[in-house]
């Protein structure tokens, strides 16, 4: 079965400073790979997601991700942060031969100014 | 516009009471899943639906029940609520055909509930 580990619940960043918030999956069969955001009390945004092609994904606000079959990772990064980038961000997997996403527990990002 | 309708948005619940979370989208995507979202646990899938007609356990599914009549509607049930469910539940859909491009999920805006 496909799960999804993010280490750190909690980064905290400088505005203008890189922004690298970690996600390893297990998987048997070639997964389906995805970063959501949450804005406190909204609903999930889709960041970007990675199905098949090119492995460094390219996503809304400035974010990318790159998929690393040997390390099975897929690490969300963003040059410079803003204020604006504090939220919760939630990686997920599913696969081809199940229609389920599985959900890591979420790394809350905080921006100082 | 399409989307997932969810409702209601928000609950209180005397514990013991039965309750039913709305869901409806306009997409006939053919799947669809209900998630709850705690603190530090993130989004945890409670039962799925591949196909109109399906249903599925997800990884919390004691508690709850779901259904598949059409396409459009997947409700969740909690036939006897517990203070353990107080939680923000999302439903969400996928169309499982579109593999590649625009494939993805569409979520719903969530249903706070708390149980009292």
């Known amino acids: 079965a496909q799960s999804v580990t993010q280490l750190g619940s909690h980064v905290s960043v400088s505005e203008g400073a890189l922004v690298l918030l970690r996600c390893n999956y297990s998987?048997?069969?070639?997964?389906?790979l995805f970063w959501y955001v949450q804005y406190p009390n909204q609903g999930l945004q889709l960041l970007l997601k990675?199905?098949?092609?090119?492995?460094l994904v390219k996503g809304i606000n400035g974010f990318e991700a790159e998929f690393k079959k040997s390390e099975t990772s897929f690490h969300l990064t963003k040059p410079s942060a803003h204020m604006s980038d504090a939220a919760e961000y939630f990686c997920?997997?599913?696969?081809?031969?199940?229609?389920?996403?599985?959900f890591g527990s979420g790394t809350r990002l905080l921006v100082r100014p | 516009i399409a989307g997932i309708t969810q409702a209601p948005t928000s609950q209180i619940l005397a514990a013991g009471r039965r309750m039913t979370l709305r869901c409806t989208q306009d997409m006939r995507h053919n799947a669809m899943y209900w998630y709850r979202q705690d603190l530090g646990l993130g989004l945890r899938l409670i039962h799925y639906?591949?196909?109109?007609?399906?249903?599925g356990k997800g990884e919390v599914p004691d508690g709850y029940s779901v259904s598949r009549a059409n396409t459009d509607d997947f409700p969740l049930t909690l036939a006897s609520a517990v203070p353990s469910q107080t939680s923000v539940y999302f439903c969400?859909?996928?169309?499982?055909?579109?593999?590649?491009?625009?494939?993805?999920?569409?979520f719903g805006s969530g249903t706070r509930l708390t149980v009292v």
């Open positions: 990675y199905t098949t092609g090119a492995t």
């Open positions: 969400a859909s996928s169309d499982h055909y579109r593999r590649t491009g625009d494939y993805g999920y569409t």
């Open positions: 997920a997997v599913s696969e081809d031969s199940s229609y389920k996403l599985i």
């Open positions: 998987s048997s069969v070639p997964p389906y």
């Open positions: 639906s591949n196909t109109a007609g399906t249903t």
